[in-house]
């Protein structure tokens, strides 16, 4: 009696098991490719291994010998360490503890299945899942952010908004993305993303010339972020995670925009001596507006000129005068418009806005 039992759950076992999946449920696993009873899994390349909700399902278990239970057990196959197993209650199913995660690399489970009956020998299966966790590669980043002033293209006049333009490299960007947030967030969207795979042209790993984003006219400060955004594995909401300042290659950037018409600010939060030296200087240039020539006051705490260089309002300079002996800056050749004058004296660097008729 005990050999025809014997045989029947053997039989019983092997003709089963090739039912065996596992499944991930909540993870942080990017992807999750399936080949036969192998697993690999692609995780972000922030993670140092993959956690979740693991469950190990035989789909069509069954005991046919009167009093036979289902028992199900994994452990670990290289040392041999018990995981976890179904209990007593019957079923054909094995959660993994919520807590249990696996390492980069190669991870060997060892799954035991049996039709257990109680006083009587039987006759357990084993067989292998394996679960291969690779970390995606990390991004390298080059990325150089500047300000700069939209023209409108029928009139050529300045729009009063502004974007920033990006030079450098991004490789690996898949899923990063900037955000622009304003001090004032009331002026413009505070959670607008451009997609750094999607979003600019590349040739290599290199932005094109002319990239550009963001749009706003507001007068106040804005911080420009970079964020990794993926969908986790078997999952619908996506998760947001910051890049942090100073890593992979990325800083994160902080300009203002001072005045009603448009003037990048070249110099960030943390530089303000040139606005201070600015406020401070009591020289001065006129008339302003003007229709050729710009006459510089100097003062008397700045003493003398060395050097001046007019700016158009996406930081170009247009002219550079070492030394002007008369204190005067001809704007003949310009056209109609608004630009930058930069005065370098004795004791700094003096900026002024002026208007060209």
């Keep these: 009696m ?4 014997f045989l029947a759950l053997l039989l019983n076992a092997f003709t089963n098991y090739a039912q065996l999946t596992m499944s991930f449920g909540t993870t942080n696993a990017a992807t999750v490719t399936a080949s036969g009873l192998t697993y690999t899994v692609n995780i972000p390349f922030f993670a140092s291994q993959l956690t979740g909700n693991f469950k190990i399902t035989k789909t069509s278990f069954t005991c046919t010998t009167l009093g036979a239970i289902k028992t199900m057990s994994v452990n670990n196959y290289n040392t041999g360490a018990f995981i976890a197993n179904n209990g007593s209650t019957n079923t054909n199913y094995v959660n993994l503890p919520s807590s249990y995660t696996f390492p980069i690399g190669t991870t060997v489970l060892r799954v035991r299945s049996e039709c257990y009956v109680p006083d009587v020998s039987n006759s357990p299966v084993y067989n292998n899942i394996t679960v291969i966790v690779n970390r995606l590669p990390e991004p390298i980043l080059n ?16 729009t ?44 290599g790993n290199n932005f094109n010339p002319g990239s550009s984003f963001y749009s706003c006219n507001y007068a106040t400060w804005y911080s420009v972020y970079l964020e990794y955004v993926y969908t986790p594995y078997g999952a619908s909401t996506p998760v947001i995670y910051p890049i942090t300042n100073g890593t992979y290659g990325w800083q994160d950037h902080r300009w203002r925009k001072t005045f009603a018409t448009c003037i990048p600010i070249v110099e960030g939060e943390n530089d303000p001596k040139l606005l201070q030296k600015s406020a401070q200087s009591q020289t001065t240039v006129f008339p302003n507006p003007t229709d050729n020539i710009l006459k510089i006051n100097i003062s008397e705490d700045d003493r003398e000129v060395k050097l001046v260089r007019v700016y158009d309002l996406t930081n170009i300079q247009l002219l550079e005068i070492k030394n002007p002996k008369s204190n005067e800056i001809d704007l003949s050749n310009f056209k109609k418009g608004t630009y930058i004058i930069h005065i370098e004296t004795s004791k700094g660097i003096i900026k002024k806005q002026v208007s060209k008729n």
């Design 2 to 5: 005990k050999k025809i039992l």
């Design 143 to 158: 990325i150089t952010l500047a300000p700069y002033c939209q023209v409108d293209n029928h009139t050529g006049n300045y």
């Design 160 to 203: 009063n908004y502004f974007g920033y333009k990006v030079t450098g490299s991004a490789t690996n960007r898949a899923g990063l993305r900037f955000k622009v947030v304003p001090d004032n967030t009331l002026a413009c969207p505070t959670q607008t993303y451009w997609n750094l795979n999607t979003s600019f042209t590349f040739t």
